[in-house]
């Protein structure tokens, strides 16, 4: 939900933490990457979470995560840290700008809601 709110709200932030991930990360051999993605993977987990405020940066981590973990997956250990390895891709696409773009466009006039299916169907 943080990810699609700040899409919405602060793309051009998330662009720019996305795309210093993306030029740092690409450049590492094997190892470096690996000792990269598990520091990114760390602070992700290791932030604080606060309901209904938005972090860009989360948000990065979070695309980041996605982009160069184990076939995209999201899982979490029993203590709610996100656990995936990382995936071993030649070159990720870790930052796609006009993807990020039409995407915030699209959801501007979306309103993201987080509830049980039940309690939300009449809103559709």
């Known amino acids: 939900m943080n990810a699609y709110n700040v899409i919405k ?5 998330l662009i ?11 450049p590492l051999d ?9 520091d990114v993977r760390n602070e992700y987990n290791s932030a604080e ?8 940066k ?35 696409t870790i930052c796609d700008e006009e993807n990020l773009r039409e995407l915030s466009k699209l959801l501007q006039n979306v309103e993201i809601i987080c509830g049980d299916y039940q309690d939300t169907i009449d809103l559709v």
């Open 9 to 13: 709200t602060d793309v051009e932030d």
């Open 16 to 26: 720019k933490k996305l795309s210093k991930y993306e030029k740092e990360y690409l």
């Open 30 to 38: 094997l190892e470096e990457r690996k000792e990269y993605y598990y």
């Open 49 to 56: 979470v606060k309901a209904g405020k938005l972090s860009t």
């Open 58 to 92: 989360r948000a990065a981590e979070f695309i980041f995560l996605n982009r160069t973990c184990f076939n995209g997956l999201y899982r979490v250990n029993q203590s709610g840290d996100f656990n995936v390895p990382m995936g071993k891709y030649k070159n990720p």
